[in-house]
T-cell receptor, first 118, second 112 residues
Framework: KAGVTQTPRYLIKTRGQQVTLSCSPI?????VSWYQQTPGQGLQFLFE???????NKGNFPGRFSGRQFSNSRSEMNVSTLELGDSALYLC?????????????????FGPGTRLTVL | KNEVEQSPQNLTAQEGEFITINCSYS?????LHWLQQHPGGGIVSLFM???GKKKHGRLIATINIQEKHSSLHITASHPRDSAVYIC??????????????FGKGTKLSVKP
């Protein structure tokens, strides 16, 4: 089975622009979560999606948004980029055997998209 | 607000040594995860614990729910174990996985 894939792997943008990152989960996984990793703040939770619905959201401004499609692929969008948005953005997928998200499911991480904002 | 603290921040060991990384959290949780991150960014999930102890090869993870503490042990360490080890707690409930709240990570370097 192919792992979680993220595109693009590297991205350079300038302040004020917007960006869309894509995540394709492992086949059969219906849950996708997004995380931001920076040297100063470490890893922080952004969103959790399950069956096209946002189930949980982290403490990020409204410039950060996401969505999930019927094939479980997910995108996240950051509008009006700021220098502080430079980070590694990771997505992770989980298989929900019960069909209901629970805290007990292993997450499989993608390689990340490294975003640099100039 | 749940906070996750890891110690030590940095750890250098000689090949073959027994290694312990500690993780403490401040409020009750549903599950605790141990993750491994290699240079370049890739993250691998090592363990998910809600109680007791789990073992996988040379890695052992334990959790003490009453003391709100977990440890990751590496026996017979090897240079390929060099990585950042991150613990993360999850509150969650049925219907949501809950947020993962991460520790700052422990950077392990194993010298040959």
């Amino acid at each position: 089975k192919a792992g979680v894939t993220q595109t693009p792997r590297y991205l350079i943008k300038t302040r004020g622009q917007q960006v869309t990152l894509s995540c394709s989960p492992i086949s059969g996984h219906r849950s996708v979560s997004w995380y931001q990793q920076t040297p100063g703040q470490g890893l922080q939770f952004l969103f959790e999606y399950f069956s096209e619905t946002q189930r949980n959201k982290g403490n990020f401004p409204g410039r950060f948004s996401g969505r999930q499609f019927s094939n479980s692929r997910s995108e996240m969008n950051v509008s009006t980029l700021e220098l502080g948005d430079s980070a590694l953005y990771l997505c992770a997928s989980s298989w929900m055997p019960s069909g209901v998200p629970t805290p007990y499911n292993e997450q499989f991480f993608g390689p990340g998209t490294r975003l640099t904002v100039l | 607000k749940n906070e996750v603290e890891q110690s030590p921040q940095n750890l250098t060991a000689q090949e073959g040594e027994f290694i312990t990384i500690n993780c403490s959290y401040s409020v009750g949780i549903s599950a605790l995860h141990w993750l491994q991150q290699h240079p370049g960014g890739g993250i691998v999930s090592l363990f998910m614990l809600s109680s007791g102890k789990k073992k996988h090869g040379r890695l052992i993870a334990t959790i003490n729910i009453q003391e709100k503490h977990s440890s990751l042990h590496i026996t017979a360490s090897h240079p390929r174990d060099s990585a950042v080890y991150i613990c993360a707690s999850r509150g969650g409930y049925g219907g949501s996985q809950g947020n993962l709240i991460f520790g700052k990570g422990t950077k392990l370097s194993v010298k040959p």
